[in-house]
């Protein structure tokens, strides 16, 4: 099992910044792609950036040029760095790795952070 905790979500006005982080503990071994995705109320949940062991990322087109993904392989983290943030931004953020284990992958979650852009 993994467990993932992440932490710095909040309320934020429209233009402002935050930085979600998520730490990874437990079973480690074999994690390859770590991530975060969003739900927002009566909306499917979303991708919003993922990034590979290697470092690769990829984006949903609407946070492209507005946040940045990393990770710490180190420390088994994964940061979301959020700017410029719009309303529309507002959704429960989670942070997702994918295991590979015994043959096959999974996906583990956790438990999400709020994050509101309003004035």
């Known amino acids: 099992q993994v467990q993932l905790v992440e932490s710095g979500g909040g309320l934020v006005q429209p233009g402002g910044s935050l930085r979600l982080s998520c730490a990874a503990s437990?079973?480690?071994?074999?994690?390859?792609?770590m991530g975060w995705y969003r739900q927002a109320p009566g909306e499917q949940r979303e991708l919003v950036a993922r990034?590979?062991?290697?470092?690769?990322?990829n984006y949903a087109d609407s946070v492209k040029g507005r946040f940045t993904i990393s990770r710490d392989n180190a420390k088994n983290m994964v940061s979301l760095q959020m700017n410029s943030l719009k309303p529309e931004d507002t959704a429960v953020y989670y942070c997702?790795?994918?295991?590979?284990?015994?043959?096959?992958?999974?996906?583990?979650w956790g438990q999400g952070t709020q994050v509101t852009v309003s004035s």
């Open positions: 997702s790795v994918r295991r590979y284990s015994g043959g096959y992958y999974r996906q583990y």
């Open positions: 990034i590979s062991n290697g470092g690769s990322t």
């Open positions: 437990g079973s480690i071994v074999g994690i390859d792609a």
